[in-house]
């Protein structure tokens, strides 16, 4: 059996913050404010795969009013929800991610993103896909406050019911 889950995250550029994306450090004057590191693209995976096994939301899973989360890597965040995936009898048969944001360019971080996605999800490189968008100049992300991310995953169950 196959799911479909689809996720979304968006976070506003914070000063004196790192810019993690897919797990991959990226040079900016700017980073993302959020309790965790605000890693937007793994969030927004993590809200796929939730979705796609029926268990809530980031959130849910990782209030941000409660402390243990204060500056987690969500790498690490994204392995829990990995074993919760596995624990349901799931694994991972593709991710794809895009990102809108006027900067940073993210153009030479989409491979290492794409490996390091690959590696924390299970998978092959060939069965995640990075894109980057810019919004055109529009709204929130387009003047720059900061940015978003949307991922869809599959899951599939060797269990036919």
């Not at 040079?27 to 890693?39: K, M, W």
């Not at 895009?98 to 924390?120: C, D, F, N, S």
Request: glycine share 14%; net charge negative.
């Amino acid at each position: 059996m196959n799911r479909i889950g689809f996720g979304y995250d968006s976070h506003r550029f914070a000063a004196g913050r790192a810019m993690v994306l897919g797990g991959v450090r990226i040079p900016h004057a700017v980073g993302l404010a959020g309790h965790s590191d605000a890693d937007a693209v793994i969030h927004a995976i993590i809200d796929a795969l939730l979705g796609a096994i029926g268990t809530g939301d980031i959130g849910q899973m990782f209030s941000d009013s409660d402390p243990q989360w204060k500056d987690a890597d969500s790498t690490k965040l994204l392995a829990k929800v990995m074993e919760l995936v596995r624990d349901k009898g799931y694994s991972v048969g593709n991710c794809d991610v895009t990102v809108i944001a006027e900067l940073p360019k993210l153009g030479p971080y989409k491979e290492p993103m794409r490996h390091k996605l690959a590696q924390l999800l299970g998978v092959g490189t060939d069965a995640v896909s990075v894109k980057a968008k810019t919004n055109e100049g529009m709204g929130w992300v387009g003047r720059g406050e900061g940015l978003a991310a949307m991922a869809a995953v599959m899951v599939a169950s060797s269990d036919p019911f």
